[in-house]
């Protein structure tokens, strides 16, 4: 007879379902911010996405297998898989706290830590060719001209930033004087900085996000283990109830008996 209660392991099932959900999501996650960051360039710039796009891939693949071992050890009632579980869910939470609460607090800082960093490659023209490349990538997949202004590439603004005759008239662009005044150009009139501080944003978000509902699942994750091992462990915790009904029911002799006195003649 199974020692664990039915609807326990229904609901601890359930959830290693959504845990596995959980995961998949993430690994797409991964590969949908790949392929917008492949397309709207990166590199230097922002040479942390590479680590933090394998991170995304290392955390999602991991809840996968915890949740499968999960799962597996409340069906076959294995007591060794759901201790492994447990530990994972204890070290995963804590780990999801210590990495989360670091990051929620340097969140309004963000912006100003990347414009100070940004602000080092200037001015662009006499920045190494990666980050020119970069940053020409940048301006033809944005439609914006140099990180801050156009003026971060002095005097030898690229061809990225030229604008066409509709940008023109939809008011995307600005006349620029460069080459000591004896030349004019038409560029974007949006800056990049703005425009990369909102990808930079989002993905932190989505990691905030990302990394707060895994803590919380695992904490969640230790209860329900812990519910399921204890009741593996200690089976009389659930005492069966016996009731007994008897046979026969035999009349019961009354408590008194009325006297009574017969008349005298």
């Known amino acids: 007879m199974s020692q664990v209660s039915s609807c326990l392991r229904r609901i601890f099932t359930a959830f290693n379902i959504f845990f596995a959900v959980v995961g998949g999501l993430i690994i797409a996650l991964a590969l949908l ?45 294995n007591k060794v898989a759901l201790i492994v579980f447990l530990v994972c869910m204890v070290i995963g939470s804590l780990m999801m706290l210590k990495a989360g609460v670091p990051l929620a607090i340097a969140r309004p800082k963000l912006e100003d830590m990347m414009k100070v960093r940004l602000q080092q490659v200037l001015p662009l023209d006499k920045a190494s060719e990666d980050v ?99 009741q593996m462990r200690v089976p009389s915790s659930r005492p069966t109830m016996v009731l007994t009904v008897p046979a026969v029911f035999a009349p019961q002799p009354p408590k008194y008996q009325e006297l009574y006195n017969p008349p005298e003649y």
């Open 132 to 230: 020119k490349t970069v940053a020409e990538n940048l301006q033809s997949n944005l439609h914006c001209c140099g990180l801050f202004s156009y003026q971060d590439w002095e005097d030898q603004i690229p061809d990225s930033c030229l604008c066409n005759s509709e940008e023109e008239v939809e008011g995307l662009c600005q006349r620029v004087q460069y080459m000591n005044l004896f030349q004019s150009k038409s560029v974007y009139t949006q800056s990049c900085f703005p425009l990369i501080m909102s990808f930079i944003s989002l993905g932190a978000d989505v990691c905030l996000g990302v990394i707060f509902t895994l803590a919380i699942l695992a904490l969640l994750g230790v209860a329900l283990s812990s519910l399921i091992i204890h």
């Open 33 to 77: 911010c790949q392929v917008l960051y492949n397309r709207h360039g990166g590199g230097d710039l922002l040479d942390g996405r590479s680590s933090s796009l394998l991170m995304l891939y290392v955390i999602g693949a991991v809840t996968m297998v915890i949740a499968i071992l999960g799962a597996y050890g409340a069906h076959k009632e």
